[in-house]
């Protein structure tokens, strides 16, 4: 499978990752039948500084598999690159390791751990639970809310998002806050 999506603001987990600024995005998936996948993404990001990195490509392998017909479970690992810095910005490259569960299609609980979050020596927990809900006429509404932890004296931080999205032809229109 593959995606393309050119948005207003990147926004990953309640932070912009564009500076409020539109981002391309694009991204690649190859699922074989066991459940395992492999995959890509990519944007464009700008962090508000100038030594900052211009592009961040993430790689991921996982395994979702069907508990039954109400149950789905999805487990990954995932890691995000960064590229374009200046000399002197430094890696912030990481991985996280990523459980979902997912209820009948619309509800799903995620937990999220991050042992080196941007190489910056503290680790990180990220809960979640966010779902998406038919309206009718091809409107679906999504929403979700969050909470990010950290190992160190960085206080966490809750995320949140309600959104509306309909199908165009193949294209797929969201508006997200």
């Known amino acids: 499978t593959w995606n ?28 074989w039948d066991s459940g395992v996948y492999v995959g890509a993404w990519t944007s464009n990001v700008d962090f508000g500084d100038s030594l900052g990195p211009d592009i961040e490509f993430d790689t991921y392998v996982g395994w979702s598999h069907d508990i039954d017909d109400k149950w789905n479970v999805d487990l990954s690992a995932v890691y995000y690159s960064y590229f374009g810095d200046k000399e002197g910005y430094g890696n912030i490259d990481y991985i996280e390791l990523i459980g ?16 080196d979050y941007s190489n910056a020596d503290v680790s990180t927990i990220y809960a979640n639970i966010g779902g998406s809900w038919e309206l009718g006429n091809e409107f679906s509404l999504n929403a979700g809310i969050g909470h990010t932890n950290f ?27």
Do not use: E
């Not at 990147?10 to 932070?15: E, N």
């Not at 979902?100 to 042992?115: E, G, H």
């Not at 206080?155 to 959104?163: I, L």
């Open 100 to 115: 979902k569960a997912t209820w009948n299609d619309m509800l799903t609980f995620q937990l999220a751990y991050a042992p």
């Open 151 to 177: 190992s160190d004296d960085i206080d966490g931080y809750t995320d949140w998002n309600v959104g509306i999205s309909r199908p165009v032809g193949p294209v797929t229109l969201a508006l997200n806050y």
């Open 4 to 31: 393309l999506s050119l948005t207003s603001d990147y926004v990953f987990r309640g932070i912009t990752q564009t500076d409020y600024d539109p981002a391309l995005q694009a991204g690649l998936t190859y699922s």
